[in-house]
Structure formats: structure tokens, C-alpha cells
């Protein structure tokens, strides 16, 4: 609880653009405690995290980890699963290469525990071997896809980071933080258009979302043709962020 209590306390200080990892890693230690404890850390937390993590239970693609579509985990996912919360993905790993989980529903488990492997452990290249079993077993996975961008972008791909992001969207995967990911790519890829429209999509879709009018101000004010434009962005983020 003081390892989780320090996350929620420390994602406060960081600008929005850089909170995704601490969010992530909130999210997979947050169902360990009981009512009173998630309370507590949705309090310490930003407001706009408990509303991510609600869009996330209600949208099925989201990477929950847990097999696409399985109302229950068998005990070896269940372990799989257990591990990677407690942060040892280097077991998690193991257990699942070691496994029989070779099925088209077992591909977002695969993709979870690939994505962790990114994040927690900045494990590059097992994280890549993981994805690439999982796009074996289901390329169609909107929550594999999204895991595949999420890997891709941390490894600096940033163009094959966007193609997955919007694999990802059009197989079902429409929320606005989904939007921000597939502009942050476009934005690295220097393919700055399609960056400010993924970003207004974003923002159509939740006005609110201060990272996504943090992010369009950003590739505005690229060139200095959008200047005006660009402050009014980055107003918008201000007063969310201000009231939040």
C-alpha cells in the first residue's frame, strides 16, 4: 500500500504528457486492497485517472489482463496474472513461455505480460518476442494491437507505433487516451497533421482530456503558423488540469 500510496502521490507532480507509466502501473496494484485502501488512492490520485480506469472496465478491449472475452482465469493465468501485479514479470514470464496457453484467447495475456515487460522492466527485447506470439495467436486483438503500439513506442518505432495504435482504434479501441497514444506516435514520426487530428479526435470525444489539448499544443506550435491557436490549447489544458 506505501509503494502504491507513493505512485498515486508522485503521478500529482508530473506534467500530464508523462503520467502513463504510473497509471498503468497504479491500475494493475489497485484491485490488492480492499474498498476503504482504493478509496484512498483514488483520493491521493488526479481525478482524471479514476475516470480512465472506469472507461477501461467498461471497454472490453482494454488491457486488463486477462484473456479477451474469459469471464474466469484458469489457476496458471491467474498466477500469471498475480505475478506481474506483484512485479515480478521475470516469473510471470517464465510461467507463461512454460505454459499450454497457445490459444487465439490466450493472445491478450500474452500482449499483457508483453506490455509489462516494457514498462516495468524495460525489457525491450523479451517484450518484442512476447508481442509477436501474441500476434501470432490473434492479430486481431485490438488489446494486442494497442500493447504492440505501446511496446513499438517505447522502442522508438514511432510509424509502426502509429499503424498499430490504429489497428488497435479501428478494431474497437475508440477511447480518447487511445486518440492521444496514436498522435503521440504521429507526432514522433514528425507526421505532424495527422498528429493534431488525432488529437482533436481526442478531444471530441472527451473535452476534458488535458493531455490530449497539452499535446495538440504542442505540434500547433511546431511551425508557428498556429501560434494563436496553440496558447488556446494550452489555456484549455491549464484550467482542466486546475480544476481537477
Known sequence: FEQATDIAKEVCTLEPNLR????TALSQILDRFDAR???TLLTLAPPEFEKQLAAAQRDESAPLGTREGAKKLDPTERRIVDLVKSNDVVGATALLEQS????KEDASL?????LSNALKTRNYEVSTQLIEVALTLN???AHVNHSHGMILSATSQAHEAAIAFKKAI???MTSSEEFVFLGNAYSAAFEYEKAEDAYKTAIAKDERNAEAWFKLAGVLNV?????NDAEDAL?????IEKTN
Do not use: E, P, Q
Open 20 to 23: 502513463s507509466d504510473h497509471y
Open 37 to 39: 485502501g482504493r478509496a
Open 100 to 103: 499450454k496457453l497457445r490459444s
Open 110 to 114: 500474452w500482449g499483457f505480460v508483453a
Open 139 to 141: 492479430a486481431s486483438s
Open 170 to 172: 479501428d478494431l474497437g
Open 223 to 227: 511551425n508557428g503558423a498556429h501560434l
Open 235 to 239: 489555456r484549455r489544458a491549464a484550467s
